[in-house]
């Protein structure tokens, strides 16, 4: 791949299409960790560029952490890091307690969502959190999964709030937005009792952000998280 003919690229692009190519061949195999690089001089006629951008460009996948020179041997590709754990999502469902914590942090962020969606919403993000509500309902009636309905529900109350940050946060939670599951050993499904309660919650948030009463949507918010709180408080006095 000739990276210099007819383009008059910069050196700077040119080194970043060169990083580009080799870290793309290190993430799919083509060089195993261990591997050795093909020579400066290689990668000059390989990619037809300068020894320069050779060289910045391996100093550029040096400093990201995926080649180590090796005095007199050689430049040698090194193991992937692994990716650190993102953020919230350090959850140990062997204790409740951690699940609680996780709960206390949405209740301080998801009351002010409802409050905030019962002034802001649009008609059509009201009838998306109607919508989620409703289908809570059908998956508890079908015996199916209630766990996506219960995501959606809380997305598009924060969809209405018309702040994407809401919506960010909750999506950075990930499986510790709805424990439940987790908890259960993978049966999503959930105690029927149990989902039912959670439904008549959601219905009463809607409820309260559809008539645009902030106090209300948050009062709801805040005893709909709770109760959960006080049912996982529950499995550890047990």
Request: charged share 30%.
């Amino acid at each position: 791949m000739d990276m210099t003919a007819g383009t008059g690229k910069t050196r700077r692009n040119l080194v970043a299409e060169l990083v580009g190519a080799l870290g793309a061949e290190i993430a799919d195999g083509t060089f195993r960790p261990g591997d050795k690089l093909p020579s400066e001089a290689r990668l000059t006629e390989r990619f037809g560029v300068s020894r320069t951008v050779v060289r910045e460009a391996i100093a550029g996948l040096r400093a990201d952490g995926l080649v180590a020179p090796r005095q007199g041997a050689g430049v040698f590709v090194l193991e992937r890091p692994e990716e650190p754990e993102k953020p919230f999502h350090i959850v140990d469902y062997e204790r409740i307690s951690s699940v609680v914590e996780m709960l206390e942090l949405r209740v301080a962020v998801e009351m002010e969502a409802a409050a905030l969606a019962a002034q802001r919403r649009s008609p059509l993000q009201e009838e998306a959190i109607f919508d989620a509500a409703a289908e809570m309902r059908r998956c508890l009636e079908s015996g199916a999964s209630t766990k996506e309905a219960d995501q959606r529900f809380h997305l598009a109350v924060a969809d209405a709030t018309n702040n994407p940050r809401f919506r960010e946060f909750l999506e950075v939670l990930g499986l510790s937005m709805i424990p439940r599951a987790a908890l259960a050993g993978g049966d999503q499904r959930g105690d029927p009792a149990y989902i039912d309660m959670i439904a008549g919650e959601h219905e009463s948030i809607a409820s309260a952000v559809s008539v645009g009463d902030s106090a209300a949507a948050r009062d709801a918010m805040q005893a709909h998280l709770r109760n959960s709180m006080s049912r996982y408080r529950e499995l550890i006095r047990r």
